[in-house]
T-cell receptor, first 115, second 110 residues
Framework: NAGVTQTPKFRVLKTGQSMTLLCAQD?????MYWYRQDPGMGLRLIHY???????AKGEVPDGYNVSRLKKQNFLLGLESAAPSQTSVYFC??????????????FGPGTRLLVL | LAKTTQPISMDSYEGQEVNITCSHN???????ITWYQQFPSQGPRFIIQ???TKVTNEVASLFIPADRKSSTLSLPRVSLSDTAVYYC???????????FGTGTRLQVFP
């Protein structure tokens, strides 16, 4: 039982390049989330999903797209990376009862540097 | 979604009790209060959750007054390893997304 895993752990991109961050969970959780965290800041919600095939916008969705084709995976895409997207990205998942009643489990994070 | 307000930072010494208060004036009837802890370069992890009065587990206590407009996380006898950022979140049965605030940065000194 690996919990929540994120791939890759670290990536350097040039402005304008695209990439996809993968989040995988093996706990059969319904809810999945993508957050970004900038130095000295709290976590900001980018997008989330309440189940397979669903996605919704969070606080800071611009510049990002997501997909939840399989229940265990939640992909975060950057179509044209910008230096402002340099950040640490965290994925999280929650079970069927939802985030008010169940614990959010977080992945180890992906550090992204956009030059 | 209920907005939360916490102190930006707090300092303490090893062995002391630390109380971090969170204000959530517009908490709804069905909302629960959850606290998370985040160490540098790691994702947050769950500490404690409560609805009213007092909840205690092996690492912390959570005090919630009758009006539920605030809550206090109490860490007994902190150690250096408790240096972290602590987040207070409020969520209810209709909450699909959790919004984290800036949290409280706790620094524990020897």
């Amino acid at each position: 039982n690996a919990g929540v895993t994120q791939t890759p752990k670290f990536r350097v991109l040039k402005t304008g390049q695209s990439m996809t961050l993968l989040c995988a969970q093996d706990m059969n959780h319904e809810y999945m989330y993508w957050y970004r965290q900038d130095p000295g800041m709290g976590l900001r919600l980018i997008h989330y999903s309440v189940g397979e095939g669903t996605t919704a916008k969070g606080e800071v969705p611009d510049g990002y797209n997501v997909s939840r084709l399989k229940k265990q995976n939640f992909l975060l895409g950057l179509e044209s990376a910008a230096p402002s997207q340099t950040s640490v990205y965290f994925c999280a998942s929650v079970g069927l009862a939802g985030p008010y009643q169940e614990t959010q489990y977080f992945g180890p994070g992906t550090r992204l540097l956009v030059l | 979604l209920a907005k939360t307000t916490q102190p930006i930072s707090m300092d303490s010494y090893e062995g002391q009790e630390v109380n971090i208060t969170c204000s959530h004036n517009n908490i709804a009837t069905n909302d629960y209060i959850t606290w998370y802890q985040q160490f540098p370069s790691q994702g947050p992890r769950f500490i404690i959750q409560g609805y009213k009065t007092k909840v205690t587990n092996e690492v912390a206590s959570l005090f919630i007054p009758a009006d539920r407009k605030s809550s206090t996380l109490s860490l007994p006898r902190v150690s250096l390893s408790d240096t972290a950022v602590y987040y207070c979140l409020v969520a209810g049965v209709n909450t699909d997304k959790l919004i984290f605030g800036t949290g409280t940065r706790l620094q524990v000194f020897p």
